[in-house]
Structure formats: structure tokens, C-alpha cells
């Protein structure tokens, strides 16, 4: 075999044990899928419609102040302001179902420190994996890959957005194989379940929970890593005398 086969089967064979293993963290016990499920749902629903209510007082506010804009665009920042917490109680509830333990709707809500440096993490992220797109795509998937886990530093260790982009692309150096092919598992079973509406919709509540399953075997080394590949004796080159 190869060493070039070694390293699909390695790869290959980390995504299907992260993905038994995510399957097993979110739907045993059934109760834990119903707690998922629901915070999934409030950490959706909630900041949009917190943020349609103040953009409806906004509007209302510019029209009682002559137009002024100013004020629309600071009611309308306090709208966002939910999505951005919301999003760093998602990815602490999907931490807590990866490591098999229940989830209270309580656990949606992180100290501001963290929410802002999860989002600023989310931001750079984006800012950067946007640019790696606007050169090629596989730059793109690359950088995506590599630094994906740069709100998980921030709210399982507390990092800033730039600590936490750094540890995620560290975190990665030997893995990004297999965690790009577990991404692209993802996409492809939501776009072939897409018919189903409520398929994309598992898929989505799943894989966050199978992302935040890889992180912690990234962080406690259990992720299988290229770099440890063994390479037989009579795949070694030939001396050069």
C-alpha cells in the first residue's frame, strides 16, 4: 500500500468513527436530541426575531425623528447583538452534547467576553477564508478547513479571536484531511437529502455537533494525524551512496 493510501484509509477511517460517534452523542439518550434540537431551534428563531422587532422600531423611530439615521443604525446593532451571543451559546451547547452531557437552555448564554471574541473569531474567519475564495476555490476550502475551530478556542478556553485563529491552525496542521472529508460528507448527504427540507435541517444540528466532536479529539490528540503514519521498511527510498 501506498503512502498515499495509508493516508485516505487513515483519513477516511477517522470520519466514519467521528461520525458514529457523533451520531451516538446526539441521539442517545433520545431526550439529549430533544435538548439539542430545542436549543438549536431557540438559537435560530430568537435573535431573528429580536432583531425584525428593532428594526420595526427603527423604522418607526426614524419616521418620529425626521429620518435620522444615526439612531436606525444603533437600534439596529442592538438587534444583532443576539445573534452574536446566540451563536457562541450554539457552539458551547454543541460542546457539551459532543462530550455526552445534557443541555439547559441556560447554556445559550455566555459571559460578553466570550460572545465577542467568538464573533470577532467568526468575523476574521470569514474575512479570511472570503479572501482565500476570491483567489480559488481550494485556497478557500484550505483556509476554511484550517481555521474552522477558532470559536471553540474562544469558548471552551477563553481565547481571543486572534489566540483562537492561531490554535485552530495549529490544532489542524496533520489532521485538515480528514476533517475537510468529514466537511464534505456533510454537504454532500444535505445536498442530497435537500428534498426532504427537514433533512438539511439534521444534517446541519448533527455535523455542528460532529465539528465540535473533532475539536476536542484535536485537542486531547486522539484525531488521527498524517504525521504519525508508520511507512514500512520496503517503502523507504532507496540510499543514495
Do not use: H
Given at each position: 500500500?501506498?503512502?498515499?493510501?495509508q493516508?485516505s484509509?487513515?483519513?477516511?477511517?477517522?470520519?466514519?468513527?467521528v461520525?458514529k460517534?457523533t451520531?451516538?452523542?446526539?441521539?442517545?439518550?433520545f431526550g439529549?436530541?430533544i435538548?439539542?434540537?430545542?436549543?438549536?431551534?431557540?438559537?435560530q428563531?430568537?435573535?431573528?426575531?429580536?432583531f425584525?422587532?428593532?428594526?420595526?422600531?427603527?423604522?418607526?423611530?426614524?419616521?418620529?425623528?425626521?429620518?435620522?439615521n444615526?439612531?436606525t443604525?444603533?437600534?439596529?446593532?442592538i438587534g444583532v447583538?443576539?445573534?452574536?451571543a446566540?451563536?457562541?451559546?450554539?457552539?458551547?451547547v454543541?460542546?457539551?452534547?459532543?462530550?455526552?452531557?445534557d443541555?439547559?437552555?441556560?447554556?445559550?448564554?455566555?459571559p460578553?467576553?466570550?460572545?465577542l471574541?467568538?464573533v470577532?473569531?467568526?468575523?476574521?474567519?470569514?474575512?479570511?477564508?472570503?479572501?482565500?475564495?476570491?483567489?480559488?476555490?481550494?485556497p478557500?476550502?484550505y483556509?476554511q478547513?484550517?481555521?474552522?475551530?477558532?470559536p471553540y478556542?474562544?469558548?471552551d478556553?477563553e481565547e481571543?479571536?486572534?489566540e483562537?485563529?492561531?490554535?485552530?491552525?495549529?490544532?489542524?496542521?496533520?489532521?485538515w484531511?480528514?476533517i475537510?472529508?468529514?466537511?464534505?460528507v456533510?454537504?454532500?448527504?444535505?445536498?442530497?437529502?435537500?428534498?426532504?427540507?427537514?433533512?438539511p435541517?439534521?444534517?446541519?444540528?448533527?455535523g455542528a455537533?460532529?465539528?465540535?466532536?473533532?475539536?476536542?479529539?484535536?485537542?486531547?490528540?486522539?484525531?488521527?494525524?498524517?504525521?504519525?503514519?508508520?511507512?514500512?521498511?520496503?517503502?523507504?527510498?532507496?540510499t543514495i551512496?
Amino acid at each position: 500500500m501506498s503512502i498515499q493510501d495509508q493516508l485516505s484509509a487513515q483519513s477516511l477511517n477517522s470520519v466514519v468513527e467521528v461520525s458514529k460517534e457523533t451520531a451516538a452523542a446526539c441521539f442517545q439518550p433520545f431526550g439529549r436530541t430533544i435538548q439539542l434540537v430545542i436549543a438549536w431551534v431557540v438559537s435560530q428563531f430568537l435573535p431573528g426575531v429580536v432583531f425584525a422587532i428593532t428594526i420595526l422600531v427603527a423604522t418607526i423611530a426614524a419616521k418620529m425623528m425626521n429620518g435620522q439615521n444615526l439612531i436606525t443604525v444603533l437600534i439596529s446593532i442592538i438587534g444583532v447583538i443576539p445573534t452574536g451571543a446566540m451563536f457562541a451559546g450554539w457552539t458551547r451547547v454543541t460542546l457539551k452534547v459532543a462530550r455526552g452531557q445534557d443541555v439547559v437552555l441556560r447554556d445559550l448564554l455566555c459571559p460578553v467576553p466570550m460572545i465577542l471574541n467568538a464573533v470577532a473569531a467568526l468575523a476574521l474567519y470569514w474575512a479570511v477564508v472570503g479572501v482565500g475564495y476570491l483567489l480559488l476555490l481550494i485556497p478557500g476550502l484550505y483556509l476554511q478547513v484550517r481555521l474552522q475551530f477558532a470559536p471553540y478556542f474562544c469558548v471552551d478556553r477563553e481565547e481571543n479571536c486572534i489566540e483562537a485563529l492561531k490554535s485552530s491552525w495549529d490544532a489542524t496542521e496533520n489532521t485538515w484531511v480528514a476533517i475537510g472529508l468529514f466537511n464534505l460528507v456533510c454537504f454532500i448527504l444535505s445536498s442530497v437529502s435537500g428534498f426532504t427540507i427537514i433533512g438539511p435541517l439534521i444534517i446541519t444540528i448533527v455535523g455542528a455537533v460532529g465539528v465540535a466532536l473533532i475539536y476536542d479529539k484535536l485537542k486531547y490528540g486522539s484525531l488521527v494525524a498524517p504525521a504519525k503514519i508508520t511507512i514500512a521498511d520496503d517503502q523507504l527510498p532507496d540510499t543514495i551512496s
